[in-house]
């Protein structure tokens, strides 16, 4: 009996893990290969234009973020196993990733209305890049800054250490599970948000920087002395911003 629970909590393990490759190589597959839409002046702009900038938004922030947080929905879905197998209220792991996909939905909204409004500012050119070398210096320079705020550091060090979230926030039912994705996305979000508006900068649909800010991103939450390396990272974007500047 004992081996049947291990095999199928095994399973289950497996099933989400599957779950969250599938939803990353999909996003993936899209920016390699569907990421297009309207290229003209904002002013031309209708609002179809704008909801695939919203779409287009949401799956990078999906295939960005999704790979940095498998360990923490493997943790949940842990917990989630143990809880089943003791008879314990139980909640498919599914429902906390789709928490974590609203809180970064919400962010992928936000900022579209700041690109266009950035477009309508003649801030961004139509391929989506900076076009004031102030605005690009500024934007690095914050980020930059941002890498050594103790807000950046605090919400750093609960990404890398999920289970005071998992101990203290625990919350029962599918509302509960959505809740708690999107507790940890808020963290995710505080950590990641301005690296992420960094595409302003290289371009929002140049793939090789999207690598770039992912693997970044995912080196702070696994690598050891991750907060050595976040502000690194700080001080190399202003030094960038600074350059560029003068």
Known sequence: ???KVLKNRDIN???IFITVLVLIVASWY???FAMTMNMEPVADWNSADIAMLFIMWSVMMAGMMLPTVVPVVLL?????QQRKQKHSPYTHTLYFILGYLLIWAVYSFV???LQWW???LAML???MVSANTLFSSALLIMAGLYQWSSLKQRCLEVC???LSIITTEWREGVFGAVLMGIKHGQYCLACCWFLMALLFVTGVMNLKWILILTLLVMAEKILPKAEILSKIIGLMLIILGLYIAF
Do not use: A, G, K, Q
């Open 1 to 3: 009996m004992e081996i």
């Open 125 to 127: 050119s139509p391929m």
């Open 111 to 113: 900022i579209t209305l």
């Open 160 to 162: 890398r250490s999920p």
């Open 76 to 80: 949940v879905d842990r917990v989630n």
């Open 118 to 120: 950035l477009h309508h």
């Open 30 to 32: 899209y920016m390699v």
């Open 13 to 15: 393990s497996w099933m």
